[in-house]
C-alpha cells in the first residue's frame, strides 16, 4: 500500500525516484507521481502503473537533483490522474506526498472551502497540503512551523514529504503512525516508506520517531524538531540485512515462486531456529516470558489472523494454556481486559500492518508483554515489540500470502511446542518427537507440491462457479477459512470456510446443485463427524473435493475429487493442507486471467486503517 521515494542530493534525482517507486510497487497501488525540482517544480502524475511515468516525463526532468515520489492506494477519491500524487497547495507553494488517512478531512475541507480554499482533487491529502499552506499564510510561519501547527488538528495517521518552493533545495519529512525510513548517503538523501529502495544507495539508516519534522539539505546536517519546537536527536542506525533483488526465476509470477520455494525457506527457518543460528531473542527467553502469564492473546489480520487460530488450537491443546485470537482491527475498539498477567503475540508478514501496529500498542500501554511474528525485518512491528522473532522467508513480494503463511504457522507449532515443554503439559518423550517431526514437515511440504496437476485439473471445474465453500474441523477450520480467503482474493469467486459442524445451523441452506465444497480431512479424531458432515453436503448434490491425508481411507463414491497429501502427525497439517489451497487458488486465479501477483483493490502492506 502506498509508496513514497524522495530524494535530495548531487544526482539525477528523476531515476532515482524511478527506481525507488518500483521496488515498492509490490506494496500494491493504483497510481503514481514525481514532482521534480530543476529550473522549475516538474509534476507528473498518472492513474496505472509506475512506467507510465516515464513515457510521459519531459526529457529534461533528469537535470534535477531534488524530488519527491509516491505510489497512491486510493483511499478519499478514485483513481485517477487528478487524485494522484504529489497534490499541491493553493498558491503552488507547498507540494506533497502523503500516506496514511487523514480522518477529519471533510469538516477541515468545508472549514477552508469557506475562506475560499480552492480544491482541485477529491482527496484528504489535499486537505493537508492546503491546511499546511492556509497556517502559513494565516500567521505568517515559517514552514517548519506552519506543519507542526497544522498537524495538531490533523486526526488519523500519515508519512509525509513536504517541498516549499521558497526553500528549493530543502525537504520536510513528518509521520505519525505510518512508516518512514531515510537513508543518510554522502552528500545526499533518500526517504523512503521502506528500507528495501534506500539499501542500493547506504546503509545508515534513521527510522523517524513519531511527530518529529526532518529538514534535509543536500550538503547539510539534517535537523531534527518536536511539536514543541525542540531540537532533538535522532538515531543513525546500520542496515544489517542485505535485500536481494527479487526475480521471478523462470516462474510466471512471484506467488508461483513463492509457492514453491516454501520446502527450501521453510527448512532454512526451522534450521535457523532449532539449529541455534538465529540469534533467538524470542525462543531463548520464552522460560523467562511465560513464567508468569495466565493468557496468550494473538492480534492479526487476515492470513495472520488465520495463523493465530490454528496457534489457538495447538497452544491449549499442548501447552494447556489459554488462548484468544482478536482481528487486530477489533481489538483496537473493545476496550480489551489486559494487564501485565497477558502475553499478546502479534502476527504480521509485513510487520507494517497499520491495525496491528495500533493493536500492539494498545496491549503495550497495558502492561502486557509483547512478541511479534515478523517476516519484514526491521519493519515497525518488529521494532516496537518486547520479543521477535523473525520467519526468515525471504522478501514476499505476490499480494496473498503464501510461504509467509506457512512459515507463521511453521513458527507458531515451534513457540507451541516449546511452551508445552516449559509447562511440561506433554511428556518429554512426545514432545522431543514432535520436535523431531516438525523439523522435518519441509519434506512433506514438498510432497504436498506434487499435488499440482490434479489441482490445476480440478481448478477448471471451478472457473464458472459463483461461490465455493470450504469446511474444516480442529485445527483445520482455520486453514478452511485461509482457503475461501486465498481463493477470493485472487480469482474473485465469492467463498467462505466454515467450521463444519456449523453447516446444517444455517450455512447449508447456500447449497445448490453442482456447488464446490471443499473438506480437509485428517485423521484425527473429528474425522467421522466431519465425513458425516460431507456426506450431508452430497445427499445435497453439491460437488465434493476432499484433501485428505493419504492414511485416511473413504467410502467410495463419497466425493467427485480427492487430493492425497502426504501421512504427517495431525498436528502438522494445517500446514501441509495450506499447500493444495495455494495452488487451487493460484490455478483458478491463472486460468480466469486474473493477475495473481496483483489482484485488484488489495494491497501487500496495509499502513491505512
Ligand atoms: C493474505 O493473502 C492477505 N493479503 C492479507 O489478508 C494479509 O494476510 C493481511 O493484510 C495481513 O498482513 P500482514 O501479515 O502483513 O500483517
Ligand atoms: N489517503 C490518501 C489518498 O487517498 C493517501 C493514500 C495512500 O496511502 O496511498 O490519496
Redesign the pocket.
Known sequence: ??GIMAYVGEQSAFPILMEGLKKLEYRG?DSAGVAVMSDELRLLKKSGKVNNLEKYAPDDITIGTLGIG????????AASDL???P?QSMSGRYTLV?????ENAAPLKEMMLKHGIVFK?E???EVLVQLIEWYQMRFQLETQMAVQRALEYIEGSFAIVLFDLHTPDQLFVIRRG?PLVIGIGDDEYIISSDPMPIAPHTDQLIYLEEDILGVFKKGTAPSFVDAQEEMVEQTIEYLSHTYEDVMKEGYDSYMLKEINEQPARIAHMLDRHMGGRANDELLDRLPTIISDIDRIIILGCGSSRHSGLVAEYLMETYARISVEVEYASEFRYKNAMIGPKDLIIGISQSGETADTIAALKIASSSGATTIGIVNGVNSTIARMVDHVLYLHMGQEIGVASTKAFSAQLTALTLISMRIAEIRKTICQEDTDRMLLDLKNVSEHVKTALECADIIESISLDLLESRSIIFLGRGMLYPIALEGALKLKELSYIHAEGFAAGEMKHGPIALLEERMPVIALVNDDCSLEKLMSNVQEMKARKAMIIVIKSSNVTLSAGVADYIVDMPDCPAFLSPIIQSIPLQLLSYYVAKHKGCDVDQPRHLAKSV??E
Open positions: 500500500m502506498c497501488y509516491h505510489t497512491r492506494w486510493a483511499t478519499h477519491g487524485n494522484a500524487h497534490h502523503h500516506n496514511g488517512i487523514i482533487s482527496t484528504d491529502t505510518s499502513t491505512v
